[in-house]
């Protein structure tokens, strides 16, 4: 089993910046993937960004060059650094871990990020 807690989001003016972090406890060995993913109101979960644990990172083309992810491993964290941010990234962010022989889903509880114009 893999816990994650999301921090890190709010209210920012378009053009800003936030960072989220998700802190993985438990079986963090297992995990073979992290990442990100949003939910807009009326919308269906998106990947947002995700990173192996051998370090190869895959982004959404709507985030390509504003948004980075990122890990500390000593802090068993994973980071989703976001500049430029735009109305349309106003979504709940969860954070995922793909853990496991058969690459099973752990989600966060969310951190909801708006962006006002």
């Known amino acids: 089993q893999v816990q994650l807690v999301e921090s890190g989001g709010g209210l920012v003016q378009a053009g800003g910046s936030l960072r989220l972090s998700c802190a993985a406890s438990g079986s963090i060995f297992s995990i073979n993937a992290m990442g990100w993913y949003r939910q807009a109101p009326g919308k269906q979960r998106e990947l947002v960004a995700t990173m192996t644990s051998g370090g190869s990172t895959n982004y959404a083309d709507s985030v390509k060059g504003r948004f980075t992810i990122s890990r500390d491993n000593a802090k068993n964290t994973v980071y989703l650094k976001m500049n430029s941010l735009k109305p349309e990234d106003t979504a709940v962010y969860f954070c995922?871990?793909?853990?496991?022989?058969?690459?099973?889903?752990?989600w966060g509880q969310g951190t909801q990020v708006t962006v006002s114009s």
């Open positions: 995922n871990a793909e853990a496991g022989s058969n690459w099973s889903n752990y």
